[in-house]
């Protein structure tokens, strides 16, 4: 016998119309659709089934509702999304409610991205880039370490603030300097959480830093902070 297990996450009543409209846009089919006695709705895309119940009081801003999808085409899904809420929404949404964060390698050996949809439901698709199953601990050296938290605080725990001083401790170190790839990626990053935290000034000579750092990468370094530098010419553009 083969089980499945099917996620089902709040939503507030008043948003069914405009979150079953956001998974649309990524490409999911609603097979199921109720507004009374009360909201729920069910969507589908190949092998990932959503359901999504409705709740009045339900607060979209507080919500850490969410759930985990594996793929084998992380690239493919993360390009298709974005695709998709661009030609819904005319933009491709980043920050606030909803929004599509960047595709990125994380250190416990997977490479994932985080959408959200208008109740604040969080969906992580990620695809394993290690051959150990198991989940790999947080790095020890300084500025891994420092990208990892600080990705942990900016994502997936909405803790910005939190994130940004993580950040500026280890830019502001001088017994210690990283690699040209990780200045650029702690730069970006925190260029991002400057713009998503409404510091345009701050985002912009963070940014303008990181395009300074990128052109005195060499080809290697360059393949090596490929995300980062896809990442931060969305930003600036």
Not at 115 to 139: C, M
């Amino acid at each position: 016998m083969t089980e499945t297990t099917i996620p089902m996450l709040p939503c507030r009543t008043s948003l069914i119309d405009s979150v079953v409209a956001f998974y649309t846009a990524l490409g999911f089919e609603t097979t199921y659709l109720q507004k009374s006695p009360y909201a729920y709705a069910v969507v589908e895309r190949g092998a990932v089934e959503l359901q999504l119940y409705g709740m009045k009081e339900y607060d979209p801003a507080s919500s850490h509702s969410g759930c985990y999808v594996l793929t084998g085409d992380v690239d493919g899904l993360h390009a298709a999304f974005r695709s998709g809420l661009k030609a819904a929404y005319g933009r491709v949404p980043t920050r606030g409610l909803p929004r599509i964060g960047p595709l990125k390698d994380m250190s416990y050996g997977v490479r994932q991205f985080l959408v959200t949809d208008p109740t604040g439901n969080t969906v992580r698709i990620g695809q394993p880039i290690s051959d150990d199953p198991n989940h790999q601990p947080a790095p020890k050296e300084t500025f891994a370490r420092a990208l990892h938290m600080a990705d942990l605080f900016a994502d997936s725990k909405q803790d910005l603030p939190g994130a940004a001083k993580i950040i500026d401790r280890v830019l502001g170190m001088t017994d210690e300097q990283p690699t040209p790839v990780q200045r650029l990626r702690l730069l970006v990053l925190r260029g991002d959480i400057a713009q998503r935290m409404g510091e345009g000034e701050r985002a912009a000579g963070l940014l303008a830093e990181a395009e300074a750092e990128a052109v005195r990468l060499g080809p290697g370094e360059r393949a090596e902070a490929a995300d980062a530098l896809a990442r931060l010419a969305e930003l600036r553009g």
